[in-house]
């Protein structure tokens, strides 16, 4: 038996793929890709290997297989490569292949992966119930008689969707039920050896609890543990916030040499991997600091350099958290110090122009998307008046004055007759009906498509098209606003809902109408839901 990532396995496996491909077994191919997967050691070979699963997946015409061969994919660039934004889509790709699976572990699984991803990510308010519905489906799973094997990915299935629960109330700020959590796990497991690397994730959250606390000696006992058990795994992400609770835990004890050394383990893992999460940025802004007082210029702008770089990484890949963090050395800071910097380090012109692009372009770069952000909210701001005083005024979707001067050549009659038509197809949403065009519609109202294009241009004040795409728009616009169960939907249900076919078209339409993309819309209506719902606990407390 081979453990995971020996190589010694990987002959084998190829022989084992050539079989399955002579007798076009995809079923079994898929398996032996996926066994590539487990068995490699390099990570770019994991990702071939995975990009392979789903060819032999799909050849198998098994929704199942295919699912799971995109969750394994995703699952590489998560915990291989570290790579979230690229994770979470492949695991979404696998969500609609899962429906027809009948196995609730399996499902179980790739929503906890979804829900790690939205953590990393910065989204703990989404991600917390997906973790507290999966802690309880394992938790089910354990109290039934089964086989070892399946109680033991269902305790581990359990231990992790507690772990991420905490990390969700620790990022909340909700510090006693993280702390409860930790204290549960950690008295289950106990020297259970089955779940040590369970146990030195708890051991982690334990000692940034005691960091937090100032109980700087039990927090550093806490976290040198957690870091034994996860360079086992070479879990470079949480070993990584672990050296830097560990520096500031030396900080706190007066420690500055063991402070620093930890510290450097730090970016020592960025350099290496090129990755970073925004929890351990300010472990940057302490070396600066530190190097500033010893007057060690060459470090100095060495980590000022580094902290550049981490900001870039931090905007590209987590730049929700980023927006949101409160950062003490902010851009124009940062390039103050590098033209003091540099004039003490002539002999590192390259450098010096490096960090000069990065900052600039990362400084303009938040210039345009703080601008950005602030002509959305006006235009959101203005949306919502509107579509306030179409409810409050209890509206049809569109109403226009009659024009007393209209110069239709048309049957008062017909006209009158028609236009009560339109009324009713405006109330009963007619106009949602996917292919719906002028000469139908016309059809359906026992009149002919002049007489129907004439009245709309003269009564509604635009063509047949416009006027079908206004009433479309404004009232997926007003479902958006007024039920949270439409805020769940994504773009391409949106567009189905309202008789539009295309999710581009859709798109473009709905930003030119009312002058923000949905994506955009949605986002600034959860928040304002947010605002109110907290407004309303703090107001009844």
């Known amino acids: 038996m081979f453990s995971e990532n020996d190589v010694r396995a990987l002959p084998f496996i190829q022989q084992?793929?050539?079989?399955?491909?002579?007798?076009?077994?995809?079923?079994?191919?898929?398996?032996?890709?996926?066994?590539g997967v487990e068995f490699s050691s390099d990570r770019n070979i994991k990702l071939k290997f995975a990009d392979s699963t789903i060819i032999a997946a799909k050849l198998s015409r098994k929704d199942s297989l295919v699912s799971s061969a995109y969750l394994e994919k995703g699952v590489v660039y998560y915990?291989?490569?570290?790579?979230?934004?690229?994770?979470?889509?492949?695991?979404?790709?696998?969500?609609?292949?899962?429906?027809?699976?009948?196995?609730?572990?399996?499902?179980?699984?790739?929503?906890?992966?979804?829900?790690?991803?939205?953590?990393?990510?910065?989204?703990?308010?989404?991600?917390?119930?997906?973790?507290?519905?999966?802690?309880?489906?394992?938790?089910?799973?354990?109290?039934?008689?089964?086989?070892?094997n399946i109680i033991y990915d269902s305790r581990r299935g359990y231990y992790n969707s507690?772990?991420?629960?905490?990390?969700?109330?620790?990022?909340?700020?909700?510090?006693?039920?993280?702390?409860?959590?930790?204290?549960?796990?950690?008295?289950?497991?106990?020297?259970?050896?089955?779940?040590?690397?369970?146990?030195?994730?708890?051991?982690?959250e334990k000692g940034i609890s005691e960091f937090r606390k100032k109980e700087y000696s039990t927090a550093l006992a806490s976290l040198s543990a957690s870091s034994v058990a996860l360079s086992k795994?070479?879990?470079?992400?949480?070993?990584?916030?672990?050296?830097?609770?560990?520096?500031?835990?030396?900080?706190?004890?007066?420690?500055?040499?063991?402070?620093?050394?930890?510290?450097?383990?730090?970016?020592?893992?960025?350099?290496?991997?090129?990755?970073?999460?925004?929890?351990?940025?300010?472990?940057?802004?302490?070396?600066?600091?530190?190097?500033?007082?010893?007057?060690?210029t060459e470090k100095q702008l060495y980590y000022t350099n580094q902290l550049l770089k981490v900001d870039s990484v931090l905007f590209k890949d987590f730049n929700y958290l980023l927006r949101k963090m409160s950062k003490e050395y902010d851009t124009r800071l940062l390039k103050q110090d590098k033209k003091r910097l540099e004039k003490k380090s002539a002999n590192d012109n390259l450098a010096k122009w490096g960090?000069?692009?990065?900052?600039?372009?990362?400084?303009?770069?938040?210039?345009?998307?703080?601008?950005?952000e602030k002509r959305i909210r006006r235009k959101y701001s203005v949306l919502e008046q509107k579509i306030i005083a179409r409810d409050n005024a209890d509206l049809a979707i569109i109403t226009h004055e009659k024009q007393e001067d209209?110069?239709?050549?048309?049957?008062?009659?017909?006209?009158?007759?028609?236009?009560?038509?339109?009324?009713?197809?405006?109330?009963?949403?007619?106009?949602r009906e996917n292919g719906l065009t002028?000469?139908?519609?016309?059809?359906?109202?026992?009149?002919?498509?002049?007489?129907?294009?004439?009245?709309?241009?003269?009564?509604?004040?635009m063509n047949f098209t416009k006027y079908l795409i206004e009433l479309r728009i404004r009232y997926i616009t007003d479902k958006l606003y007024n039920d949270p169960e439409y805020r769940?939907?994504?773009?391409?249900?949106?567009?189905?809902?309202?008789?539009?076919?295309?999710?581009?078209?859709?798109?473009?339409?709905?930003?030119?109408?009312?002058?923000?993309?949905?994506?955009?819309?949605?986002?600034?209506?959860?928040?304002?839901?947010?605002?109110?719902?907290n407004l309303a606990i703090e107001t009844v407390i």
């Open 162 to 204: 507690l772990h991420q629960m905490a990390i969700c109330y620790r990022n909340m700020g909700k510090y006693a039920l993280a702390d409860s959590i930790v204290s549960v796990a950690l008295t289950e497991i106990g020297s259970n050896k089955e779940h040590r690397q369970e146990f030195g994730y708890f051991l982690k």
């Open 355 to 372: 960090l000069g692009t990065v900052a600039v372009s990362f400084a303009a770069t938040m210039l345009f998307y703080k601008r950005r």
């Open 79 to 148: 915990f291989h490569f570290k790579k979230y934004q690229l994770a979470l889509n492949e695991f979404l790709v696998a969500v609609p292949y899962a429906e027809k699976d009948t196995d609730p572990y399996y499902k179980n699984r790739l929503n906890y992966l979804i829900g790690v991803v939205k953590s990393y990510i910065g989204y703990y308010d989404e991600a917390l119930p997906i973790f507290i519905k999966t802690r309880n489906y394992f938790a089910t799973e354990l109290s039934k008689q089964q086989h070892p």
């Open 16 to 35: 084992y793929i050539a079989e399955a491909k002579k007798d076009k077994d995809y079923g079994k191919l898929y398996q032996g890709y996926a066994d």
């Open 406 to 431: 209209n110069k239709l050549e048309i049957d008062p009659k017909i006209v009158e007759e028609i236009l009560q038509k339109l009324k009713d197809f405006e109330n009963k949403d007619g106009f």
């Open 233 to 296: 795994i070479n879990d470079f992400a949480w070993l990584a916030v672990n050296y830097s609770y560990l520096g500031k835990s030396y900080l706190g004890l007066g420690d500055k040499f063991h402070a620093l050394r930890n510290f450097e383990k730090v970016d020592s893992i960025f350099q290496k991997h090129g990755f970073i999460v925004p929890e351990v940025r300010d472990t940057f802004e302490l070396l600066i600091d530190e190097y500033k007082a010893n007057n060690d």
């Open 488 to 533: 769940k939907y994504k773009i391409e249900t949106l567009a189905e809902e309202c008789g539009m076919a295309s999710r581009n078209h859709f798109s473009k339409l709905f930003r030119e109408i009312n002058g923000i993309g949905p994506a955009e819309f949605i986002k600034r209506r959860r928040k304002d839901i947010s605002k109110e719902q």
């Open 438 to 461: 002028q000469h139908k519609l016309a059809d359906r109202f026992d009149t002919n498509h002049y007489y129907l294009s004439q009245i709309v241009n003269e009564y509604k004040g």
